[in-house]
T-cell receptor, first 112, second 111 residues
Framework: DAGITQSPRHKVTETGTPVTLRCHQT?????MYWYRQDPGHGLRLIHY???????DKGEVSDGYSVSRSKTEDFLLTLESATSSQTSVYFC???????????FGPGTRLTVL | GQNIDQPTEMTATEGAIVQINCTYQ??????LFWYQQHAGEAPTFLSY????GLEEKGRFSSFLSRSKGYSYLLLKELQMKDSASYLC????????????FGTGTRLTVIP
């Protein structure tokens, strides 16, 4: 258990509404990541952070923004949700040893 | 860019051995990871290879050949609980040092 929680675990929302997903870690890791997982695509990186206020884009960042004002929290925001953003979202942290990533339990988001 | 290929589905019998292959092409290879993911759950870390050769961890072993861009995950003494998806991921040190995942191999263990 890498001490990662995600909230909410499930959310149903409507097209055009803003949505914020939260990832919280308890072990002070520097690197945090947001992925989405869709059938046929595997896990794809949305955004990542390498420290407080230090973030960068991944391969599928369009329509998403992130913020990290504290080491323990990494927020993912969909400014105006679309049906194509229906997915399972995983947060991950990276340890400092072999660079392996450990994943949170996931958030299942449905945009109607 | 990165290109990671693994079979979509495999079936094996309880008690048997199964090998799941992964081939990759990447410009800045710096390690290969295997993850297990049960349906509806998060991926969990299984193994990491950065040098050529075999890494053994209980019933699971992982092999890497960097010159061939090839890895496999070997599962011995299969149990029903091993039914899951197995994700191959490459750590690419160009740019942002990030993990790139294959689409996963869904393994079904049958009695």
């Amino acid at each position: 258990d890498a001490g990662i929680t995600q909230s909410p675990r499930h959310k149903v929302t409507e097209t055009g509404t803003p949505v914020t997903l939260r990832c919280h870690q308890t072990e002070n890791h520097r690197y945090m990541y947001w992925y989405r997982q869709d059938p046929g695509h595997g896990l794809r990186l949305i955004h990542y952070s390498y420290g407080v206020k230090d973030t960068d884009k991944g391969e599928v960042s369009d329509g998403y923004s992130v913020s990290r004002s504290k080491t323990e929290d990494f927020l993912l925001t969909l400014e105006s949700a679309t049906s194509s953003q229906t997915s399972v979202y995983f947060c991950a942290i990276r340890t400092g040893t072999a660079n392996e990533q450990f994943f949170g339990p996931g958030t299942r988001l449905t945009v109607l | 860019g990165q290109n990671i290929d693994q079979p979509t589905e495999m079936t094996a019998t309880e008690g048997a051995i199964v090998q799941i292959n992964c081939t990759y092409q990447t410009s800045g290879f710096n390690g290969l990871f295997w993850y297990q993911q049960h349906a509806g759950e998060a991926p969990t870390f299984l193994s990491y290879n950065v040098l050529d050769g075999l890494e053994e961890k209980g019933r699971f072993s992982s092999f890497l050949s960097r010159s061939k861009g090839y890895s496999y995950l070997l599962l011995k003494e299969l149990q029903m609980k091993d039914s899951a998806s197995y994700l191959c991921a490459v750590f690419d040190q160009t740019g942002a040092n990030n993990l790139f995942f294959g689409t996963g191999t869904r393994l079904t263990v049958i009695p």
